[in-house]
């Protein structure tokens, strides 16, 4: 049971670039969340998804697209990467009975840093 | 809006102090609040979750309280080690449009443990 992983763990963009966000949960969770962490902050919410096929934007989506794949598979795309972008991203998954708790379960992050 | 503010942003203690960390959110209408430990470079561990009926959790040298009528949660360490040094984060899980729930959280306390 690998939980909730992330992949890349490291990456650096240059302005402009694109790449994907890549996060997978074995758990048979419903509910994943794509959130952000800045120096000295707190996470943010980008977008979640509430099943497959659905999306929601969250606190801070503007530059991000995502998609859910399927059920396992939740993925966040920067089009056109900007340095504002550099920041750790971490991916989460919950069921709807912990959900309603609080519970989320967290991938390790992914670092991105854009020149 | 909901927001989370933690006070101390940092602090820093001889081993062996009795600590409290506090945490305040500006919406009572949360179903919990959750302490995570965050290490440098690292993801995220759940420490303790109260849920919005509850008033206290403890686990060993941890005790968290919720006073949700007035907005305020405590972190309460006893007895620090310098394992205790870690970033601590404060959130709280509220209603997310209406497909579900998300944790807001605050921008945490970090916390040193001299030897």
């Known amino acids: 049971n690998a939980g909730v992983t992330q992949t890349p763990k490291f990456q650096v963009l240059k302005t402009g670039q694109s790449m994907t966000l890549q996060c997978a949960q074995d758990?048979?969770?419903?509910?994943m969340y794509w959130y952000r962490q800045d120096p000295g902050m707190g996470l943010r919410l980008i977008y979640y998804s509430a099943s497959e096929g659905t999306t929601d934007k969250g606190e801070v989506p503007n530059g991000y697209n995502v998609s859910r794949l399927n059920k396992r598979e939740f993925s966040l795309r920067l089009e056109s990467a900007a340095p504002s972008q550099t920041s750790v991203y971490f991916c989460a998954s919950s069921d709807k009975r912990r959900e309603r708790l609080g519970e989320q379960f967290f991938g390790p992050g992914t670092r991105l840093t854009v020149l | 809006k909901q927001e989370v503010t933690q006070i101390p942003a940092a602090l820093s203690v001889p081993e062996g102090e009795n600590l409290v960390l506090n945490c305040s959110f500006t919406d009572s209408a949360i179903y919990n609040l959750q302490w995570f430990r965050q290490d440098p470079g690292k993801g995220l561990t759940s420490l303790l979750l109260i849920q919005s009926s509850q008033r206290e959790q403890t686990s060993g040298r941890l005790n968290a309280s919720l006073d949700k009528s007035s907005g305020r949660s405590t972190l309460y360490i006893a007895a620090s080690q310098p394992g205790d040094s870690a970033t601590y984060l404060c959130?709280?899980?509220?209603?997310?449009?209406?497909?579900?729930?998300?944790?807001?959280f605050g921008k945490g306390t970090t916390l040193s443990v001299s030897s």
């Open positions: 959130a709280v899980s509220s209603i997310f449009n209406q497909a579900g729930t998300a944790l807001i």
């Open positions: 758990m048979n969770h419903n509910s």
